[in-house]
């Protein structure tokens, strides 16, 4: 499984992103990450195959959505509200499996991240 992550960008606190994360085939639970400068890899959100069932991490909820089109193979992050500590490179990942994960060991496949910069 092939995953390609977009729509990164520069962007001033209080604003909006939205990521999408595109598989070259249907996949299982999906999630994103992020990775700060200096910081080690932070889970963001995941989803389950479906769509049905999503997780977050406390520090994202109530600002982060996941959601995925199945028919196009495709996960997104809407991210609003966005603060300087947002700032990273968020990576998405899909399972071989089923069962959401906040543990980035348990993914299998990785895309290659896009930058998000928030300014104050």
């Known amino acids: 499984v092939q995953l390609q992550a977009s729509g990164g960008g520069l962007v001033q606190a209080g604003g909006s992103l939205r990521l999408s994360c595109a598989a070259s085939?249907?996949?299982?639970?999906m999630g994103w990450f992020r990775q700060a400068p200096g910081k080690e890899r932070e889970f963001v959100a995941a989803i389950s195959g479906f769509g049905g069932s999503t997780i977050y991490a406390d520090s994202v909820k109530g600002r982060f959505t996941i959601s995925r089109d199945n028919a196009k193979n495709t996960v997104y992050l809407q991210i609003n509200s966005l603060k300087p500590e947002d700032t990273a490179v968020y990576y998405c990942a899909a399972k071989r499996v089923c069962g959401m994960s906040r543990t980035w060991e348990e993914y299998d496949y990785w895309g290659q991240g896009t930058q998000v910069t928030v300014s104050s």
């Open positions: 085939e249907r996949t299982f639970s």
